[in-house]
């Protein structure tokens, strides 16, 4: 149990074009799903967290209108990158679970040209 | 400020050995405490946590010692295989359930 899957896995775009990456609980429901961002060699950072039926909530540095997250139901979460640049490349990885037990999805890796 | 330091950045253990990895953190209101494995390229995989309620908690070859009033927790990794080899991070959390993650600590087991 407790399988989040993420799609897709890995995405290349030309700068200024939007990127949806898509994050689904597969068999259970999550009223809280978190966006994490993480570049080569680094750790995870928060980007937001995404709750069912109500706006994400952004950690601060991050760019609420570049960074769109929608969590239409208990079980998928979207992000958006807008107008993607270079420096946007990074392993996007959500995760969703019951209360502080997280569980995360495989990741996307967005390559921005 | 960093809410959660790990140490040490790297570590190379041979096979059947013991792998420590370390964490400390500030803030009294953290009161869960994961470990995470991770392989390039994949997301991170929970292998066990801990509350401040307990001192130590097992699970197979991997067990998490809690030290509550050093603000410190430690993974221990018993017979360390070289399956074993990826990153690991420590993370803490509060009662918002977000999780703030250590700085990821480097295993290589050798044959």
């Known amino acids: 149990g407790a399988v989040v899957s993420q799609h897709p896995s890995w995405v290349i775009c030309k700068s200024g074009t939007s990127v949806k990456i898509e994050c689904r609980s597969l068999?259970?429901?999550?009223?809280?799903m978190f966006w994490y961002r993480q570049f080569p060699k680094q750790s995870l950072m928060l980007m937001a967290t995404?709750?069912?039926?109500?706006?994400?909530?952004?950690e601060q540095g991050v760019e609420k209108d570049k960074f769109l997250i929608n969590h239409a139901s208990l079980t998928l979460s979207t992000l958006t990158v807008t107008s993607a640049h270079p420096e946007d490349s990074s392993f996007y990885i959500c995760s969703a679970g019951t209360a502080q037990t997280q569980y995360f999805g495989p990741g996307t890796r967005l390559l921005v040209l | 400020q960093q809410q959660v330091k790990q140490s040490p950045q790297s570590l190379i253990v041979q096979k059947g050995g013991i792998s420590i990895i370390n964490c400390a953190y500030e803030?009294?209101?953290?009161?869960?405490f994961p470990w995470y494995q991770q392989f390039p390229g994949k997301g991170p995989a929970l292998l066990i946590a801990i509350r401040p309620d307990v001192s130590e908690k097992k699970e197979g070859r991997f067990t998490i010692s809690f030290n509550k009033s050093a603000k410190q927790f430690s993974l221990h990794i018993m017979d360390s295989q070289p399956g074993d080899s990826a990153t690991y991070f420590c993370a803490v959390s509060d009662s918002s359930y977000k999780l703030i993650f250590g700085s990821g600590t480097r295993l290589l087991v050798r044959p």
């Open positions: 803030n009294t209101a953290f009161d869960y």
């Open positions: 995404s709750n069912e039926g109500s706006k994400a909530t952004y």
């Open positions: 068999d259970f429901q999550a009223t809280t």
